[in-house]
């Protein structure tokens, strides 16, 4: 819907999505161009004498999901216009579009990897505060009610990149699975195993900064971005509640290490319809798929218990593939480097390279990868880019299933440490 400005030499957009129709369709098969789409809490009409409620399932294509009108409108008396739609969010969105395109079929490392690493941060720190959800929740942190100005504030709110570029990064497929990813009105979406949903009132969000925070960034109907904090996969038996190492919004992070990037794990089905299950009860009121099965993951998932979704570990990435290095190091042209320990801490700054924490995560981490293990056996595993010459890890892996009896094979010892590069 388009409408002339009075004093615009162009058309002014009215109806505003809040997750880009580009980034729908990726979660429709080819030929298909209307989803399933969910009203988790339809509205009742009602009139003199009765009440009924509205359908609360409909077949939409993308233009009609998930958006509302004049939602990024800035107004003044009569006069309005759509410049953060059409100016910051273009922008954004196109630089966003073309990373969520790049990791979601991501195999390894290529030419236009860097410019994509350092563009989806961004593009998810905008997805998580221009929904109706994260709209209010601005407005609710900065005490006002005025529409102008929350959305003024939204184009400051990019408060969560730091930390992420930080995380583990996994790219999960679903491609041996019936069932697909959904796409909901919160697509960034958070999970805590210990912070029930109902925990939080709307607006209000978990916090990234917790170390149990993982988040969950469907990329379309066979891959899905799962981030963890470093802290949480070297010791996932911390409490959830404990505040990350250094979380912040602000400064900057350095930029991601690629060559970390785990890949190529298949999920089984009911891994799929956890992740589901998660995204659609995070959700606000709206979801939609390509196939009307995939909106009720509650039918067939194993579990419904929020904080035994991941008992399996399956949200973790492959712990002996995880790099346990201590800094990233970058030379300047000119001369000057910059340098980041695992935490984003610099030199010069409190608790870089912390010895006492890192001998601590050390041993936590062996354990770790032992558990993991166990409870992965016959499980697809990640890889990570070849270059990271990490491919002995998982004979490793192997190796302890077997002196442990889980496995049958000869133990593959001595291994050849040309495959692997140490950190």
């Not at 409909?58 to 059409?86: H, M, N, V």
């Not at 470093?230 to 350095?254: D, I, K, Y």
């Not at 089905?269 to 998660?278: K, M």
């Amino acid at each position: 819907m388009k409408k002339k400005s009075k004093g615009n030499k162009k058309q002014q957009s009215h109806i505003h999505h809040y997750v880009p129709q580009w980034y729908q369709r990726r979660f429709l098969p080819p030929g298909q161009t209307n989803f399933f789409y969910l009203d988790l809490h339809p509205d009742t009409f009602t009139w003199t004498g009765g009440s009924h409620i509205l359908k609360a399932l409909r077949r939409l294509g993308p233009s009609a999901c998930f958006y509302k009108e004049d939602l990024y409108t800035l107004k003044l008396g009569s006069w309005s216009t759509d410049q953060i739609e059409s100016h910051f969010f273009g922008v954004v969105d196109s630089r966003g579009r073309n990373a969520v395109s790049y990791f979601a079929e991501f195999n390894g490392i290529e030419a236009p990897a860097w410019d994509a690493g350092g563009n989806l941060g961004p593009y998810m720190d905008a997805q998580k505060f221009r929904t109706p959800r994260g709209l209010d929740l601005i407005k609710k942190r900065s005490g006002g009610s005025d529409h102008n100005a929350t959305l003024l504030s939204m184009q400051r709110e990019f408060k969560y990149t730091t930390m992420w570029m930080e995380a583990t990064w996994e790219i999960v497929r679903a491609r041996r699975s019936p069932t697909k990813f959904i796409v909901s009105d919160d697509p960034v979406t958070f999970y805590c195993k210990r912070l029930f949903p109902s925990d939080r009132t709307y607006p209000n969000e978990m916090y990234l900064g917790q170390t149990g925070t993982r988040t969950l960034f469907p990329l379309g109907l066979d891959s899905c971005l799962i981030l963890t904090h470093v802290q949480l996969v070297r010791n996932p038996w911390s409490n959830p509640f404990e505040p990350r190492t250094n979380a912040r919004s602000v400064p900057a992070a350095g930029p991601k290490y690629l060559p970390d990037i785990q890949y190529g794990r298949e999920l089984e089905e009911d891994e799929v319809l956890r992740i589901n299950h998660i995204l659609k009860t995070r959700a606000v009121r709206f979801i939609a798929a390509a196939e009307e099965e995939w909106l009720y993951p509650e039918r067939r998932v194993s579990t419904k218990e929020w904080e035994n979704l991941d008992d399996d570990w399956f949200l973790l990435p492959n712990l002996w593939r995880v790099s346990f290095h201590r800094e990233i190091m970058i030379g300047h042209q000119g001369g000057g480097a910059s340098a980041w320990d695992e935490y984003g801490r610099r030199p010069w700054e409190l608790g870089y390279k912390d010895e006492r924490q890192r001998d601590l995560e050390c041993q936590t981490c062996e354990m770790a990868k032992r558990e993991w293990a166990v409870k992965r056996i016959g499980k697809s595993r990640a890889q990570t880019d070849e270059r990271m010459g990490m491919d002995v890890a998982d004979k490793m892996a192997d190796d302890f299933l077997r002196e442990q009896g889980l496995i049958h094979g000869p133990i593959n010892r001595p291994y050849d440490w040309k495959e692997s590069t140490s950190e």
